[in-house]
């Protein structure tokens, strides 16, 4: 029985780590500002109304079954969810150059996107290492999922600590230099963890250079409609890359946190062709890898989704939860801001709170002060002090913006 005697122990992962700690922690002013989910202003998970209908029609309909979805998902699922992301006038679509599959959520998509490139893409051809470039930092998952199909994950700048903000110059640079036909992964909007985003015209900039380049843009879309509360305004830079043509790209889709479907693992990946034959090709080879991983894909959060995408009662309502939810998000960000700055007159500028987007704020704390809010403010964060906004409520903002006053002073 000694033959996993070699099996060291792996640490544990860092976000779901601080959860149970937090969970653990009797102090009744605790607060998590941890995992990125959202929260109502209870600090209370919040099931979408939109959701809500759609599981109630679902449950009631004696038609549905629990038969197995075919291998790439359920269609109606993936064609709403292409035209979602890429726009109900695509070209793209309509000529029939976008290949979709049904994913387990944002981090399957990622996980097939990259599987498929390690099988296909034209390393060798092209004289590029296996390797992807990735912003630093980036979401953590990002480097454990392309390491383990044996792509090797290599930062390009895009953070910069001191001005709290976008390295356009260091990412640009990083963009020209990087041998042509590069692959880079792209945050589609909301970049997590910083919450720091190019700007359009920056995107357009971007995009230039992908063209100039023969760069493959990997694009991970999380969190579309949590940015400005706007699904199309939050899918630009994705569309602006797809009617360039030329850009060879790919768009992980996850319906985690706009659908507030966490555990459901509702989530697709687009690939898109020059043509429709290639376009067929693709979507062969995504079905062949997806059998030999999952054989089929999860069916109820999926009907959930293609009811909402395809009923325009259910849509209208899904956009004003979006909306809901990062309305709230911003009026956090707001209150914060107005805390530090105007009642505790905290030393430093706190201008990134407010242009920050999307679920996370990157503080700008160093680690002793994030380890002084989680040990003595029962303030749950991340060691490079970045807070999920939707932790935040009306009833504990203050108790934070207080404790980082305390911890900067
Ligand atoms: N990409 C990014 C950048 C994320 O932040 C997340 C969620 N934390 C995901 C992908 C995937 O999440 P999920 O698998 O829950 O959709």
Not at 270 to 296: D, G, M
Request: proline residues 4%; charged residues 20%; neutral net charge.
């Amino acid at each position: 029985l000694a033959v996993w005697s070699q099996v060291p122990q792996a640490p544990e992962d860092a976000i779901f780590k601080l959860t149970y700690a937090y969970k653990a922690d009797q102090y009744d002013r605790k607060v998590n500002l941890g995992v990125g989910a959202y929260r109502d202003d209870d600090g209370k998970p919040w099931v979408l109304p939109s959701v809500k209908q759609a599981q109630t029609a679902l449950i009631a309909d004696e038609s549905v079954d629990h038969e197995y979805l075919s291998i790439t998902g359920l269609a109606e699922f993936t064609s709403s969810a292409a035209k979602l992301i890429l726009g109900g006038d695509s070209a793209a679509i309509a000529e029939k150059r976008v290949a979709s599959v049904q994913t387990i959520s944002g981090t399957g998509a990622n996980h097939l996107g990259a599987v498929f490139l390690s099988r296909f893409y034209g390393f060798e051809k092209f004289g590029v290492e296996r390797q992807i470039y990735i912003s630093n930092p980036t979401w953590a998952n990002h480097k454990a999922i392309f390491n383990s199909v044996g792509i090797k994950p290599v930062d390009y700048p895009y953070y910069d600590p001191k001005t709290i903000a976008l390295d356009f110059e260091g990412f640009t640079n990083t963009l020209r230099s990087a041998k042509n036909q590069s692959i880079f992964l792209l945050h589609a909007c909301a970049h997590n963890p910083t919450g720091v985003d190019p700007t359009p015209e920056q995107w357009q900039q971007i995009a230039d250079i992908f063209v100039e380049k023969g760069h493959f843009a990997f694009f991970d879309c999380a969190y579309q409609g949590f940015a400005s509360g706007d699904l199309d305004r939050d899918a630009g830079a994705v569309r602006h890359f797809v009617a360039r043509k030329s850009i060879p790209l790919l768009i992980c889709q996850s319906f985690a946190k706009n659908a507030g479907l966490y555990g459901e693992r509702v989530g697709a990946l687009h690939v898109v062709s020059a043509t429709p034959e290639q376009s067929a090709a693709v979507l062969s080879q995504l079905a062949v890898i997806q059998r030999s991983e999952i054989s089929n894909p999860p069916a109820f959060g999926a009907r959930v989704v293609k009811m909402i995408l395809t009923e325009p009662k259910l849509y209208a309502q899904w956009q004003a939860d979006v909306k809901k939810m990062a309305g709230r998000i911003i009026d956090m960000r707001q209150r914060l801001f107005d805390l530090l700055t105007k009642q505790l007159k905290t030393p430093g500028n706190w201008d990134h709170i407010l242009k920050q987007i999307g679920m996370f704020t990157f503080l700008g704390l160093d680690t002793d002060q994030c380890k002084r809010l989680l040990e003595e403010g029962h303030i749950y964060l991340t060691a490079n002090s970045r807070i999920s906004m939707a932790g935040l409520t009306t009833k504990n903002v203050e108790y934070v913006a207080g404790w980082i006053d305390k911890v900067v002073r």
